[in-house]
RNA sequence: GGCGCUAUCGUCUAACGGUUAGGACGGAGCCCUCUCAAGGCUCAAAUACGGGUUCGAUUCCCGUUAGCGCUACCA
C-alpha cells in the first residue's frame, strides 16, 4: 500500500516550496491509487504559531488539495517516547549529561570526531541510569555505530544510490532535556508507525536521511522509500525568505494576486520536474496521469522574480492560458470577486470581452473600469491616425446619428452600419473606429469595439460620444 | 573546516555516447488586424573550466571552480 505524507511545522506561512512538495506528493499518490497524508510537525512548541497553522490550511484550501488521513505529532507523544526508549534499551542509544558540549563551538573550526562526548558515549548503563533517575536532565543522543559499520546506505528515488561514512555522522540527539522528541524521533517514529512508504521531501533532508535509516533501522522497521526533491531557490541563488524576499514566498500572496489555483500547480510542477515532452499547459488530470518521480531532476531551481515584478513572468503566462481555455462562467465565477461593483450577470457579459486579453484575474479591474464610470483622457487621442480633430468631430457626428438610428444595438447591426459610415465621409473604417472607441472606453486599448458598444448600451455610448465632441471643441476654440 | 548534493540559452527545461544541442517563458522583428490582446512566422541566446575513457562526449570517470544543503536540545 503506497502511503505517503506532507509534514509542515508551522512555524511559518505555507511557502511555495512547501506547497510544491505538497503537490508532488498529492500527484503521486493520486497517480497510484495511494493515500495522502497530512501531519502536522509540530514538535517545536517554542516556534509554532496558530497563525502559521491556519496559513497552511488556508493555503491548500485555495490550492484544492485534499488529504486523506490528519495527524498531529503534539499529539503522539507517547509513541515518541516508547520509540526513544526501545533505542535506549537496545543500547543504541545513550544519555548525554552535559548538553551544552558544542554550545559554545564554531563549527567551521571543529572535527566531527570531536562531536559526540566518549565519557557519556561511554558511560555504563548503571551509572547513566542513576543519574537519571536522581533527576539530572540530559539529552538522549543516537549512538552512531562507527566501530561495527563503515557506512549507511540508501536508494534516493531521485538522486540514487547515496552513501555515508559513519564516520562522518555525529551523535545526533533523539530527546531534548525538556524530555521533548527533535525532528529526527519524531518524525521517524510517525513514519514509521503510519506506515509510510516513501518519503517525498525537500533535498534539505538528503544528508538527514543518513540519520533517518539508521533510526529505522534501531527502531527495528525497514526504511521507507526516499524521494528529495530539488530546492527551490531565489534569483540571487539563496533560499526563499520572507525576510529577504517578501511576500512572493507565500502561496497565499498568488491568490490575492489574481492566479488560478490550477495555474499555480501547473507552475510549480515545472520547477524541477518535467512531463519530458514539451509540454507546459497542464490540467490536474493531465498532471496526475503523468506523474512520475523519474521527472524530477536534481538541480535547484530558480524562481524568477524581481523586486519590480514579483511573479516570475512564466507564471503570469501559464495563468493566462488557463484563463484563455476556461469555461467561461467558471471565469466569471473567478472574476466576481474581483470586481465588487460588478453583479453576477454583468461580470458574465464581460467575460468574452476581456478573456483573452487579462493575465491575472486582478486585471480584470482595469481591463474593464469604464463599463463602471467614465474615465478621463487627453482629447488628443480623439484624432485618428493620418487624421485630425476635423476628421474626429465628423466621425463622432457620423457615429452617433448611426448608434442613435441603428436598430440592432450589436455586432450584426453596428459593423455594416459604422463602415459604412466611414465610406460616406471617405475615411477607413480604422480612422472612424478610433475615435468612437476612446470616446466610449477612454483609451486606445480596449476589446473589440462593436461588443463593447453592445454592452455599455446605447444610451451611455451616445452620452460619451456628445461629451468626446464638447471636448473636441474645447480644443478647437484653445488651438484657434 | 568536514561531509553530502548539483552544474545545458537570462529563467524553466529536453536530449538516458552519434542531433545543425530541441521546446517554453522573456526579448527583438515581421504578418494578421477596428485598437489592445490572441494567433502565425523569423531572429538573438547555452553544454562552468581542465584533464581523461572512447572511432565519437552535454551524456561516463577524475580534478578545479561555483552554488546549495547538512554539520542545533530548528525543522
Redesign the pocket.
Known amino acids: 500500500m503506497l502511503r505517503v505524507r506532507f509534514?509542515?511545522?508551522p512555524?511559518g506561512y505555507l511557502h511555495i516550496g512547501s506547497a510544491r512538495t505538497f503537490i508532488f506528493n498529492w500527484l503521486y499518490a493520486r497517480r497510484n491509487g495511494g493515500t495522502m497524508i497530512l501531519r502536522i510537525?509540530d514538535?517545536?512548541v517554542e516556534?509554532n504559531t496558530q497563525e502559521s497553522l491556519d496559513s497552511i490550511f488556508e493555503g491548500l484550501k485555495w490550492l484544492d488539495l485534499n488529504w486523506d488521513e490528519f495527524y498531529r505529532q503534539s499529539e503522539r507523544g507517547e509513541l515518541h517516547q516508547k520509540a526513544a526508549k526501545a533505542i535506549l534499551d537496545q543500547g543504541l542509544a545513550y544519555r548525554d549529561f552535559v548538553?551544552?558540549?558544542?554550545?559554545d563551538?564554531d563549527?567551521?573550526?571543529?572535527?566531527?570526531h570531536a562531536?559526540f562526548n566518549p565519557v557519556m558515549r561511554n558511560m555504563s548503563k548503571e551509572e547513566s541510569d542513576l543519574r537519571a533517575n536522581g533527576g539530572e536532565?540530559f539529552?538522549l543522543?543516537f549512538k552512531v555505530p562507527r566501530e561495527s559499520r563503515k557506512e549507511v546506505t540508501f536508494q534516493d528515488l531521485v538522486?540514487?544510490p547515496?552513501?555515508?561514512?559513519t564516520e562522518?555522522i555525529?551523535d545526533?540527539?533523539l530527546l531534548?532535556?525538556?524530555g521533548?522528541?527533535?525532528?529526527?524521533m519524531?518524525?521517524c517514529a510517525d513514519d514509521a508507525d503510519l506506515r509510510i512508504s516513501h518519503v517525498i521531501r525537500g533535498?534539505?533532508?538528503?544528508?538527514?536521511t543518513f540519520k533517518h535509516v539508521l533510526i529505522f533501522e534501531a527502531l527495528g522497521v525497514t526504511p521507507p522509500n526516499f524521494a528529495h526533491l530539488?530546492?527551490l531557490?531565489a534569483?540571487d541563488?539563496?533560499?526563499l525568505s520572507k525576510r529577504k524576499h517578501g511576500p512572493v514566498v507565500s502561496v497565499t500572496t498568488y491568490r490575492d494576486a489574481g492566479f488560478l489555483p490550477q495555474a499555480f500547480v501547473n507552475f510549480v510542477c515545472?520547477?524541477?520536474?518535467?512531463p519530458?515532452d514539451?509540454r507546459?499547459k497542464m490540467t490536474r488530470q493531465e498532471l496526475v496521469d503523468v506523474f512520475s518521480l523519474e521527472?524530477v531532476?536534481?538541480?535547484?531551481?530558480?524562481?524568477?522574480f524581481t523586486e519590480q515584478d514579483p511573479f516570475?513572468?512564466?507564471a503570469?503566462?501559464l495563468n493566462?492560458?488557463h484563463i484563455?481555455t476556461m469555461p467561461q462562467d467558471d471565469l466569471a465565477a473567478q472574476l466576481l470577486p474581483f470586481l465588487p461593483q460588478a453583479d453576477a450577470a454583468k461580470v458574465r457579459q464581460l467575460v468574452p470581452l476581456i478573456q483573452?486579453?487579462?493575465?491575472l484575474l486582478s486585471d480584470v479591474k482595469t481591463a474593464t473600469d469604464f463599463f463602471f464610470q467614465e474615465n478621463p483622457y487627453d482629447p488628443a487621442l480623439l484624432i485618428p491616425q493620418k487624421g485630425d480633430a476635423g476628421m474626429a468631430g465628423r466621425a463622432l457626428e457620423e457615429a452617433r446619428k448611426i448608434l442613435g438610428d441603428v436598430t440592432e444595438f450589436n455586432?450584426a447591426g453596428l459593423?455594416p452600419a459604422l463602415r459604412a459610415g466611414a465610406e460616406r465621409l471617405k475615411i477607413k473604417?480604422?480612422q472612424m473606429?478610433?475615435p468612437i472607441?476612446v470616446a466610449v472606453c477612454g483609451r486606445?486599448?480596449?476589446?473589440?469595439?462593436?461588443?463593447t458598444l453592445e454592452v455599455l448600451g446605447r444610451e451611455t455610448c451616445l452620452l460619451r460620444i456628445d461629451h468626446a465632441l464638447e471636448q473636441l471643441a474645447v480644443t478647437k476654440n484653445q488651438t484657434t
Not at 99 to 103: H, V
Not at 180 to 184: E, L, R
Not at 356 to 359: F, H, P, S, V
Open positions: 509534514a509542515p511545522s512555524t510537525d514538535t517545536d516556534r548538553p551544552d558540549t558544542f554550545k563551538v563549527l567551521n573550526e571543529v572535527d566531527i562531536k536532565p539529552v543522543r538522486y540514487g547515496q552513501s555515508k561514512a562522518d555525529e545526533f540527539a531534548r532535556s525538556s521533548a522528541p527533535t525532528y529526527h519524531a518524525s533535498q534539505d533532508h538528503l544528508s538527514n530539488p530546492l531557490i534569483p541563488g539563496s533560499k515545472l520547477l524541477g520536474w518535467s519530458k514539451d507546459e521527472g531532476n536534481r538541480s535547484n531551481a530558480t524562481i524568477n516570475d513572468p512564466k503570469v503566462w493566462a492560458e484563455r483573452e486579453r487579462i493575465r455586432h459593423d473604417a480604422g473606429f478610433q472607441r486606445k486599448d480596449a476589446p473589440p469595439l462593436f461588443e
